[in-house]
């Protein structure tokens, strides 16, 4: 069985998508349509940089889903048996086989990034990743803490993101390296995604996405907050507005991918970052 997943921040480069836009007639029209929909250009942002604006969250998250959807759009033989997204990467996946339209999805994708470079913006929040503890030790030392910090994305084994406010963040981190973390990388982030601190944006989110159209998937998509396949549109949206909170369950996604029958795994999207995880995973599947 084929898979396909969708990588989410981090992914990004400057130049992304210019071949799609030289190379497609289809891939073309869709990019200008992007900017025709957000009312400013993100193509130029994509495929000019600089690579400071690029990273905003703003526009990370639109290039992302923008280069994903096109990339799925212009493939010949785009016909999965199962999907998966990394955060962002859901949208992705989810406009891909048609949950939603591009359009609708590059609308909550494009308010989504909005609310949650705002909330970044009012509450000083971080995210660290933990290389070579065992998942329950970070668990533990996570809910000990006074603060607001949790477990955002569980990625593969050995590595654990950590996400909440920066205080409570680095006295985490601190303990971490006393019990014997081999490597701790604090991410370039302002923010602390999949985080209590996203509740405000969620609530909000959750608005927009009721008035979205959702419909049933074509095949069975293995969302982050479970990482279970799902395929009914009221279980995937539910899903997708308790995203924003909730852990990435990622390589247990995949995990679960692997034990329903995939064999390939197809990235779509900027780069190969999930190809990194991905070897991980398969070695202790």
């Excluded at 950590?162 to 982030?189: D, H, M, N, T, Y």
């Amino acid at each position: 069985m084929k898979a396909y997943i969708f990588p989410g921040q981090g992914s990004q480069f400057v130049g992304m998508g210019k071949d799609l836009f030289h190379s497609s007639h289809l891939a073309k029209k869709k990019f200008k349509l992007s900017d025709d929909i957000l009312g400013f250009k993100i193509t130029k942002i994509m495929f000019e940089g600089p690579q400071e604006i690029l990273k905003n969250t703003l526009y990370t998250q639109l290039a992302i889903y923008i280069y994903s959807v096109i990339k799925t759009k212009i493939l010949n033989n785009f016909n999965p048996d199962m999907v998966a997204g990394h955060s962002l990467g859901e949208f992705s996946a989810l406009a891909s086989i048609g949950v939603f339209s591009f359009e609708e999805g590059l609308i909550l994708v494009n308010k989504r990034a909005y609310m949650m470079q705002k909330i970044c913006q009012s509450i000083s929040g971080g995210m660290a990743v933990i290389l070579g503890l065992e998942d329950h030790i970070i668990e533990e030392v996570c809910k000990k803490d006074k603060g607001i910090i949790v477990p955002a994305n569980y990625n593969s084994p050995g590595q654990l993101v950590i996400s909440g406010e920066k205080k409570a963040l680095q006295r985490v981190c601190l303990s971490l390296k006393k019990k014997g973390a081999k490597k701790i990388l604090i991410l370039p982030v302002n923010g602390a995604f999949h985080s209590p601190i996203m509740s405000t944006v969620q609530k909000k989110l959750e608005k927009i996405i009721q008035k979205i159209s959702f419909k049933n998937s074509k095949c069975p998509i293995y969302q982050n907050v479970n990482a279970q396949p799902v395929t009914k549109y009221h279980e995937i949206k539910k899903n997708l507005i308790e995203q924003l909170t909730s852990p990435v369950k990622w390589k247990q996604s995949i995990k679960n991918m692997i034990d329903d029958g995939a064999i390939t795994f197809n990235e779509i999207g900027p780069g190969n970052i999930l190809q990194g995880l991905m070897k991980k995973i398969y070695k202790n599947a």
